[in-house]
């Protein structure tokens, strides 16, 4: 089965090829920023194509969101292992309650 974990697997091994043969190394050697921008480009149409009704076009760009999440915190050195410790850390109380806590 593919998980994101499968997905994060995938990244760290074409991070470590070469930017000619690998769009993620060549995402990671623009930097940080381009990786954020690109995306929150991703993200954007994700949001049109969920207003827009369209399942396979939101599917599509969901995948995008993904793997340049995954791809943004490569850059970052940020685990996905680390993230959904933060999502287990957050779901033990109501969403409410959680939020509630962040503005304090």
């Known amino acids: 089965m593919f998980t994101l974990d499968t997905l994060e697997a995938i ?8 930017a000619e043969s690998s769009y993620t ?6 930097g940080v920023a381009h ?3 690109k995306f929150g480009e991703e993200a954007v149409e994700a949001t049109i194509a969920a207003v827009a009704q369209e399942e396979s076009a939101l599917r599509a760009e969901a995948a995008d969101v993904l793997y340049h999440l995954l791809v943004l915190m490569k850059a970052r050195s940020l ?12 779901t033990l109380r109501s969403g ?5 806590s962040r503005r304090a």
């Not at 990244?11 to 070469?18: D, F, G, H, V």
């Not at 409410?96 to 509630?100: I, L, R, S």
């Open 35 to 37: 990786c954020a921008k």
């Open 25 to 30: 190394r060549s995402l990671l050697d623009k």
């Open 11 to 18: 990244i760290a091994r074409r991070a470590e090829a070469s």
């Open 79 to 90: 685990p996905l292992a680390d993230v959904l410790a933060e999502l287990e850390r957050r």
């Open 96 to 100: 409410h309650e959680e939020k509630a």
